[in-house]
């Protein structure tokens, strides 16, 4: 959300404008995607270290291919615990910021016998290490108007096992660079847009549906996104934001698979400040999938905690 700092306010709401940055990183057992809310490229006004948790449920039970649904039944139930420590700072009289995070993150698979070309039970553990840094090349506070630039690194440090179908763990590196505006659109109306742009390493150790084993590539992976938020008084906000994904088409040892990534969703946010965090409540789907598992639902709690 926006705001911008007042010197009159108590000590904890000024923390609380601090903490308008940009970028949120989420992680999927699909694709690396990153989730701008609506309203949080508000650049640091000065530097301060934060907490946050996050709890993540993602719930998938049908596959498509070409855009027709092949197979229906199946459940994937993703659950994950993600914590994140950041720092926003001063570089060069510019606002930046910078995160680290990891997940632990439990799959519970059921009703894929179509996947038999590998183990598809069920598995916990280790996620992969996401590392974060954003600048403001633009900022002016009058006229509440933001622009943002960020650069993101995963390494593969998640739970991975060849023989499995579903890992926790990509087992490659994965970087991203992206791009946010925001401004206000009327009063205690705010905009955002930004585009992002994913590179993917090379998997070394990934099992074809032909049980083999080989060097899975994939191209780059774009999504554009774009929301509205609105401030109901200095505590509360809400928000939504639509998202569209195309590209990550991938490649099995130079023979192309043919299923790029063709995704629209819509996320719905909630959040509320105190003087012992923030909350978050956030909801969303997949409206259209053209390849792959179509999300149904996600769900996802956040606490954040400034000093």
């Known amino acids: ?53 996050s709890y993540i449920f993602s719930n998938k039970d049908s596959y498509y291919i070409a855009g027709k649904k092949v197979l229906n039944g199946s459940n994937i139930d993703s659950s994950s615990m993600t914590v994140r420590y950041g720092h926003a700072f001063d570089l060069n009289q510019t606002s930046a910021f910078f995160y680290i995070q990891s997940p632990i993150t439990k799959i519970d698979i059921s009703g894929m016998s179509a996947f038999s070309y590998g183990d598809t039970s069920g598995k916990s553990g280790l996620g992969d290490t996401s590392l974060a840094f954003a600048i403001w090349p633009y900022v002016n506070r009058e006229q509440k108007k933001y622009f943002g630039v960020a650069a993101y690194l995963v390494l593969p440090t998640g739970d991975y096992d060849t023989n499995r179908i579903f890992n926790i763990g990509g087992n490659r590196y994965q970087t991203a660079l992206q791009a946010g505006y925001q401004q206000v659109l009327y009063s205690n109306i705010n905009w955002m847009i930004a585009l992002d742009a994913v590179f993917y390493g090379d998997n070394d150790s990934y ?92 769900l996802i709690l956040r606490y954040t905690f400034m000093y």
């Open 207 to 298: 099992l074809n549906n032909d049980k083999t084993i080989g060097t899975l590539k994939q191209d780059n992976l774009y999504t554009l996104q774009s929301g509205l938020s609105y401030d109901l008084d200095k505590k509360y906000s809400l928000a939504a934001a639509l998202f569209h994904t195309e590209g990550g088409d991938q490649t099995f040892d130079s023979t192309d698979k043919h299923n790029p990534t063709i995704l629209n969703r819509y996320q719905l946010t909630a959040q509320a400040k105190y003087s012992f965090g923030i909350f978050s409540l956030q909801y969303g789907q997949d409206l259209k999938t053209e390849n792959g598992f179509k999300e149904d639902e996600r």
């Open 1 to 53: 959300m926006i705001i911008i700092f007042d010197y009159h306010q108590s000590q904890y709401m000024r923390k609380v404008n601090y903490c308008s940055f940009v970028f949120l990183l989420m992680l999927s057992i699909k694709v690396f995607a990153i989730d701008l809310q609506p309203g949080e490229i508000v650049a640091p006004v000065k530097p301060f270290n934060y907490i946050q948790t």
